[in-house]
């Protein structure tokens, strides 16, 4: 009789115990080897490839019914949210660093330009996994606004702009690096229809 519930509490422990979750890792050497192997363009010539790009997709679309339209709205989306570059942050700090300035000028420029004019734009503060939740949280929407600020003086209409806080919940990179924790403290850019 011990035998049989003994098996049976081995039998409930495996089942209820389940298997390991694991976070994917993503190889990031792909992306940055195909950066470095590319001739840099300037940020007019960018943004205007990707308007002629999008505007021809734009045509083929219209020509083949609302549901290819649906689908070039999510193509324009996604080559936006791939030319928009992220902006990163000191340690405990919320103003644009020196070096990210031209980031951000890059950004108000594409955010103003033809190909992004019809969508809005979600700022999204993040931090390091050093602080606690309601502290990192506050930076995020610090960090967020400052970036919202910024376009706005770089002219970018405040009414196409939002801005929400991940604090340290939204991690790029898990390691417990001082590299790992400086890709975290950012602001991230998603379009919006």
Known sequence: MK????????????????CSKKTPEVDM?????????QKPQSADTKISNMNSQMSSTGMQSANNGNNVNKN?????????????????????????????????????????????????????GNCDEWGSDEYNYALGLRRANRVKTTLSALGVNTSRL??????????????????CWAKNRRVDFEFLP
Not at 3 to 18: R, Y
Not at 29 to 37: C, P
Not at 82 to 90: C, L
Request: hydrophobic fraction near 40%; proline fraction near 3%.
């Open 162 to 179: 939002m801005i929400i806080s991940y604090g340290k919940s939204n991690p790029v990179c898990t390691q417990h690096t001082r590299a």
């Open 72 to 124: 070039s709205v999510n193509y324009q989306i996604a080559q936006l949210e791939q030319e928009v570059k992220i902006i990163h942050f000191n340690f405990n700090k919320y103003n644009i660093r020196k070096d990210q300035k031209p980031l951000v000028v890059f950004d108000a420029k594409l955010i103003n330009s033809p190909a992004a004019k019809d969508f809005s734009v979600k700022l999204e």
């Open 29 to 37: 050497t792909k992306n940055a080897q195909m950066s470095t192997q």
């Open 3 to 18: 035998k049989i519930v003994f098996i049976g509490i081995g039998t409930a422990l495996l089942l209820f115990t389940g």
